[in-house]
């Protein structure tokens, strides 16, 4: 039997990683957890790190680290606190490491654990959006890769590989259409946080179930396929398919379409990424075509869910906007959830945020955070205009 390979968990006690800590202990004798990383959750991650034997359990909340302490008394496992703690972590030589905190705080760490040339299982798509170049030239420059949990480009993963490009004349991600496929504009101006976070296909964390929502998932999406796939904007197509069957396609000069379908359950593209050029076994529920019937497909209504357009424009203009464009909708949409702000001001927060802020180029990291942080501050001012 071949030696175990090492795992660290970023975002260990979110949707992603409590889906990636069931398979880890599914396949125990295959994966060693080197570290668990949270944020606020000091007792999950306890229990995650004690469950999974790792050796290294870190908060980035400093708050919770007596707590986190406490629950790991007498187990041996080193608990940590803070952004540094956080980024020690990731530095901990490993195989591979799941990148799966929420939101553009992924970035560091995940950059982090390119550059100690660990092979990194990509969930958190915001840091792709906001320095998509920068990671997959601290990728290649440290001789790993960074391969996709998102369930859409892990097909396209799947069903896409290098020697076909010339023959690629465009992909496709399918998008659910989120918990509001059906409404019209006057039933959104009235939608409730409760409402966007019922997702009627996916169980996920809270933001980006409202991304779903409003279809900017599907627009942070379309950037990360254009990075992953070296894309250009206009071969990433994107169809509504409620089903949530079919995951991505790839559309071939030869007429031919390839597709990979599988059920609605991030423990499929989790386990590729995990097991990757292997397939790992796992419990998920198995496709059966016949009870699920039909597959249906349409276009995006862009006057509904102005936010993929939105994505698409700020990927256009490169530079600072994606960056821009990420920054504004995490605060946008964490007023929507604290019931500030209504659902159809998201939209119009990032929009006006990209026309406030000149775009101009990223050449370091250092201007990617000072760009998330000036978009952040006038997503914040706009926000009061609501
Ligand atoms: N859920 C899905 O099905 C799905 C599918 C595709 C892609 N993704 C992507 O995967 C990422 C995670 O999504 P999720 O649904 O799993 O989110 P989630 O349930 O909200 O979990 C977020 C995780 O990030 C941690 N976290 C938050 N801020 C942090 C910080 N500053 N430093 C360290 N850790 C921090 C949280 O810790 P605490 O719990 O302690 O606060 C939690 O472990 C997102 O980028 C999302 O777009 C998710």
Not at 257 to 278: H, R
Request: hydrophobic share 45%; net charge negative.
């Amino acid at each position: 039997m071949t030696s175990p390979q090492t795992v660290t968990l970023l975002g260990a006690t979110g949707s992603i990683g409590q889906t990636a800590t069931a398979l880890l202990l599914q396949h125990r004798a295959r994966f060693q957890v080197a570290a668990v990383v949270g944020s606020k959750n000091a007792q999950r991650l306890a229990q995650h790190a004690i469950e999974l034997n790792a050796k290294v359990a870190v908060v980035a909340d400093e708050a919770a680290y007596t707590e986190l302490k406490d629950c790991l008394s007498g187990t041996g496992i080193k608990a940590g606190a803070g952004e540094a703690a956080v980024l020690q972590a990731a530095s901990i030589p490993a195989d591979i490491i799941v990148s799966a905190i929420v939101g553009a705080a992924g970035l560091k760490p995940t950059l982090k654990a390119l550059e100690q040339g660990t092979r990194v299982a990509l969930a958190n798509k915001e840091s792709l959006v906001c320095a998509g170049n920068l990671l997959l030239e601290t990728a290649r420059k440290h001789g790993t890769e960074i391969l996709p949990v998102d369930s859409e480009h892990n097909a396209i993963f799947q069903i896409f590989t290098e020697p076909q490009r010339a023959a690629l004349e465009y992909i496709t991600l399918t998008a659910s259409g989120g918990p509001f496929r059906e409404y019209t504009l006057e039933a959104l101006h009235t939608v409730t946080p409760e409402q966007a976070t019922n997702h009627p296909i996916w169980a996920m964390g809270q933001k980006i179930s409202v991304d779903s929502a409003t279809l900017m998932n599907k627009g942070l999406e379309v950037i990360e396929a254009c990075y992953l796939f070296a894309l250009h904007e206009d071969k990433v197509h994107v169809l509504v398919h409620p089903q949530s069957v079919i995951h991505g396609l790839a559309h071939y000069a030869d007429g031919s379409v390839l597709a990979q379908l599988g059920m609605p359950d991030m423990t499929i593209p989790l386990s590729y990424a995990l097991g990757y050029p292997e397939r790992l076994a796992n419990t998920a529920k198995r496709l059966d075509l016949s009870a699920v019937g039909q597959l249906n497909f349409r276009q995006v209504d862009d006057g509904l869910f102005p936010c993929l357009s939105l994505a698409r424009q700020a990927y256009r203009t490169g530079g600072i906007a994606p960056i821009v464009l990420n920054a504004a909708n995490e605060i946008a949409v964490q007023a929507f959830l604290d019931k500030k702000i209504a659902f159809l001001s998201i939209a119009k927060i990032i929009a006006v945020t990209l026309e406030t802020i000149p775009p101009c180029g990223v050449y370091s990291v250092e201007d990617v955070f000072q760009a998330d942080a000036a978009a952040r501050r006038v997503a914040t001012e706009k926000l009061k205009q609501e």
